[in-house]
Every structure is written in structure tokens, then in C-alpha cells.
């Protein structure tokens, strides 16, 4: 069993928060200790408290808080490998601080347990809700670079520069986005032209601009560090060569528009170094087809006849190249006769019965009651449970007041064993509200381990939202997620079936499902769904 090696990171955003009894430091505290207490139960002291942050008056707007900062160098130490909090936004508000934490955090195999929102990133559940908060916190980022890509386009087609440093060019002080031409540097970009026009070669150009002693001017950046100086390479070279904004004009997203700015190179100059590196660039190539497919069931996929991962292979037939996955036991022993399954056919039918999945409520609904029925029985008989032990609860402080009364009354006979009794019902009471405790803990425990409506109805609306537009890496990434396992049996050459496991998910009926395209395998999905089982299965690939 795993060390937890805890770190206790705690926080108010104001002074004034700091003494509210529910949500005050030391409340936040004593709830996370109580926690590692329960867990500690017959485990042998694995859990233990490495750390307590408590950050006082913080906001959570930003990173730049002492006590955080304090608990990331710990855990780049190795002090820590568990955090533990009581809410999700004590950590952080801000989604792309929580994406970029998030990643630190697996770097370092840091796992982390949030009381309020019931979820531990050990668990399959709180992996899928991590998910859901990183999937939006990828949204946000691109939303924010759609809006900035519209200002700059729209910049652009003024014929502004966009930003950066040009060789050639400084920003114009008086004219905000005007570059104006630097006489020294502009010399060494008509050398370079010069050059490539006299030897032939871009490569030949970078060699002789070096002897002569060219260099890369010097500047400073904002924070005062000094760049620059040094011989220039060959794709500092060619990139020079090929940029049109010495033609005085301004790409965009592989468009052209008319620069403000003054041109340092003809025309006629420019288009004959176009046609040399054109030249070069064809006695340069080969044949050779560069693999870019995103095998996005690696780590997902089984062979139906023995069980073994499927690899992600492929090659090259004429002039194109082919994407598939095969039987890791096949290709490595032949101990098994399953042969290989088209990468692209299987992919794609995955991803529509997931999309189908997803805009039916009601089977989603049918999934989730099911999965939890046992969790659910359970805390039925924990909260009867709580509800007997608040009463004797109950039952105690009402005869601890009535003594109490009687002392203060002065209606005392015996006081002697007054006293005793009193001690005997306070240490009734003490261990009734620890039992009390634990059923509340045994609760959140099996809370982070349901399935959530909330949840698995936002994870699929998620998955349906980003699917068409999502990059092939994140669709992967949300496939491992969601998907447990899918599991292929091949029929003969062109056909067979597959059984698509969701995460912690017992079995689902869904109609019959064909696919028959041209050239295409046939693939018929099963009407029975793998069993449940527990999964912990990390990203692959």
C-alpha cells in the first residue's frame, strides 16, 4: 500500500474570513487532520501529515501565494506526494492556473483529495472530473487565442506588424505597429540575398556571412538580459530569405496583405531566391512518408481472442502509407492467430457509438442508477446509521444539561457520583461524535467512487462539445479517459465486433450497430458491455 506523505494546504481570501467558525483556517485544518485520522484507521500510520500550509488573506486569483510557494518546493523535494483540501478553489480559481498546477502535480505523481467536492485523482471518477476541468480549462485557452487571432488579423490586414523582432526592422517609437528600416542590420539582409544569389545556396550564404563577420546584432530584452552576438545558423538564414516583410508586406495565417513599412528587398531579387531554395529543396527530398497518424485507442485496445494489448502499427504499400493495430502476442510469439484491425475504421467507429452515447439522457441515466446501486444501499445504511447515533447523540447532551442544572441550581445529594457520571456521559458523547465522524468520511469515500449524474452528464456533453474540433492528441486523451477498455474479436478479414467498456461501468444494452462502409472493415457492436471492473488505468502512449 502507498505512503501518503500529506501536505495540508488551507486558505481564507480575507482576514475577516479567517474567523468565521465554518470556514476559518483552523476549521479548514481540523476537518483535513480528522480526515487523515480516518484513513489512518487500520492502515498502519501510512497516511501522515508532512506539511500544513495555512494561507491567510490570500486570494486565490493567482499562484503567488508564500504558503503555496512554500508546498511546491516541497514537493519538487519529494516531501510530498498527496494534497489534501477542503474545497477545489482553495487551491485555485483561475482554470488555466489549475491546468498548468495540474500538470506539475503528475510530473511529480502528486495525487490530490478535495473533502467539499468529494474527489480523489487515485480514483477513475475524480480522474473524469479532473478531466472536465482541464477539457474547459483547454477551451478557455482557445477561445482566448481565437479573440487574439482576430486582433491580429484584423492588424494585419491594416498592415501592422504583430509583434516580435525582424531583422531589418525596428518599431517605429512615434507609429505604434510601423516597422521602420534599420540601415546597419538592412545591410546584412542584402547580403544575405546577395549571397544566396552568388552561391547558390542558402546553406552557402549562412557560411560566408559568418566569415565576412556578420553576426546576429545584440539587443536587450525587457528584463534586461542581453541576446545576440553569435554566428547565425542555416534557418536563421533561410527563414530571413523566405520572409516576404522585405518585400514590405505582412503575413497572416499564410495570407498577404500590404505592410506600411518601407521594403528592403526588390521584388525581382526576392522571386529568384525563392526559385533557388525552391531548387535545392526538390534534389534535397525522398519518397519517404512521414507516420503522422494519433493512434487514439493506444492503451485502450485488446485482442478479443487473447486478451493482449493491440500495437499500434504501420506501412507502407506503394505510394501510401497504411495505419493499423495488431495483436501484441501475434506480432511478438504468433501464440495468438488474431491478425490486425485498420487503425482509421475502428477509430472511427468508436468515436460515433461514444457520440451516441452521449445524447441519450436517458440511457446515461439507466448507466449511472445502475453502477451506483450498490454505493447508494450503502449509505442508505450509513445515514440510518447516523441517524440512530445523532439521537443517542442527542440523548447524552440532554442529560449532560440536566446535571449541569442541577449544579448550578444547587440541588446536589451526591456530588461524588455526579461527577463520575458526568465523565462517563463526555466520554459517551466523544466517542459518539468520532463514530459520527467516520460514517461521514465512509460516505465521502464512497461518494468519490460513484458515479456522478452531474458528472458523467457533463463528461459526454464535454466530449460531444470539443469531438468535431478537438486536436487528435486531446481526443485521445479524452478517449482514455472515458474508455475503459475496447475490446476487438475478428471475425474473418473483414469483419468482427468490438465490446466498448466505459470507466467503473457494469453492463449496458444498446441496439445492434453496423458499419459498412466502401472499403471499410464491417464492424457490429455487441449488445453486451464488458463487465465493471476496477479501473485505475493510466494514459498511455
Known amino acids: 500500500m502507498k505512503e501518503r506523505r500529506c501536505a495540508l494546504y488551507i486558505r481564507v481570501s480575507t482576514l475577516r474570513q479567517a474567523d468565521v467558525e465554518d470556514g476559518s483556517l483552523d476549521a479548514q485544518e481540523s476537518k483535513l487532520k480528522a480526515y487523515v485520522e480516518y484513513e489512518n484507521n487500520g492502515k498502519n500510520g501510512l497516511w501522515q501529515v508532512a506539511g500544513i500550509y495555512r494561507e491567510e488573506g490570500r486570494s486565490g486569483k493567482d499562484l503567488n501565494r508564500p504558503e503555496f510557494q512554500r508546498m511546491m518546493g516541497d514537493i519538487r523535494s519529494g516531501k510530498i506526494n498527496t494534497v489534501i483540501i477542503y474545497k477545489i478553489d482553495r487551491l485555485t480559481r483561475s482554470l488555466k492556473d489549475f491546468s498548468s498546477l495540474w500538470d506539475q502535480f503528475q510530473n511529480k505523481g502528486v495525487e490530490v483529495i478535495s473533502l467539499n467536492e468529494k474527489f480523489d485523482t487515485a480514483t477513475a471518477i475524480g480522474r473524469a472530473m479532473l478531466s472536465i476541468v482541464l477539457v474547459f480549462a483547454q477551451l478557455e485557452r482557445e477561445q482566448t487565442g481565437e479573440r487574439t487571432a482576430v486582433t491580429m488579423q484584423y492588424r494585419a490586414e491594416q498592415g501592422l506588424w504583430n509583434g ?6 525596428v518599431l517605429d517609437p512615434d507609429e505604434k505597429g ?6 546597419e ?9 546577395e549571397l544566396c544569389i552568388k552561391t547558390g545556396s542558402a546553406g552557402q550564404a549562412q ?3 559568418n566569415d565576412l563577420g556578420y553576426r546576429v546584432p545584440v539587443y536587450e530584452s525587457r528584463r534586461g538580459k542581453k541576446h545576440g552576438g553569435n554566428l547565425f545558423n542555416k534557418q536563421m538564414v533561410i527563414k530571413m530569405l523566405q520572409n516576404p516583410v522585405y518585400l514590405g508586406q505582412i503575413t497572416w495565417k499564410g495570407q498577404l496583405y500590404e505592410g506600411k513599412h518601407q521594403a528592403i528587398i526588390d521584388e525581382k531579387i526576392f522571386l529568384k531566391v525563392q526559385e533557388i531554395l525552391k531548387h ?3 534534389t534535397r527530398s525522398n519518397n519517404k512518408l512521414p507516420s503522422k497518424h494519433i493512434y487514439l485507442l493506444q492503451g485502450i485496445l485488446t485482442c478479443g481472442k487473447c486478451g493482449s494489448a493491440m500495437t499500434p502499427k504501420s506501412g507502407i504499400s506503394r505510394s501510401n502509407r497504411y495505419y493499423y493495430y495488431q495483436c501484441t502476442k ?3 510469439s504468433g501464440g495468438c492467430n488474431a491478425r490486425y484491425v485498420p487503425a482509421e475504421s475502428i477509430e472511427s467507429f468508436v468515436l460515433d457509438r461514444v457520440k451516441e452515447l452521449t445524447t441519450d439522457e436517458t440511457e446515461i441515466s439507466k448507466m449511472i442508477a445502475k453502477a451506483n446501486r450498490n454505493g447508494n444501499h450503502r449509505i442508505d445504511e450509513l445515514m440510518a446509521d447516523k441517524k440512530s447515533i445523532s439521537s443517542h447523540l442527542q440523548d447524552i447532551n440532554n442529560k449532560l444539561s440536566q446535571i449541569i442544572d442541577s449544579i448550578e441550581s444547587g440541588n446536589l445529594k451526591a456530588f461524588d457520583s455526579l461527577n463520575k457520571r458526568i465523565e462517563t456521559l463526555e466520554s459517551k458523547q466523544a466517542s459518539t461524535k468520532d463514530r459520527l465522524k467516520t460514517i461521514d468520511f465512509e460516505i465521502v469515500k464512497i461518494e468519490k467512487h460513484r458515479l456522478s449524474s452531474e458528472v458523467m452528464s457533463q463528461s459526454f456533453k464535454t466530449f460531444r462539445e470539443v469531438i468535431e474540433k478537438a486536436k487528435p492528441k486531446k481526443l485521445k486523451e479524452l478517449l482514455n479517459r472515458m474508455v475503459e477498455v475496447v475490446e476487438w474479436h475478428e471475425q474473418d478479414r473483414s469483419s468482427g465486433h468490438c465490446k466498448i467498456s466505459y470507466f467503473e461501468q457494469p453492463n449496458l444494452r444498446l441496439p445492434i450497430k453496423k458499419l459498412n462502409e466502401p472499403g471499410e472493415s464491417k464492424f457490429v457492436e455487441c449488445n453486451g458491455w464488458l463487465p465493471s471492473t476496477d479501473s485505475n488505468r493510466g494514459l498511455s502512449g
Open 207 to 209: 557560411k560566408t556571412l
Open 280 to 282: 535545392n529543396r526538390k
Open 330 to 332: 501475434n506480432a511478438h
Open 185 to 193: 542590420h538592412a545591410r546584412i539582409v542584402h547580403k544575405a540575398f
Open 164 to 169: 516580435g523582432r525582424i531583422l531589418g526592422y
Open 178 to 183: 510601423i516597422l521602420k528600416v534599420s540601415d
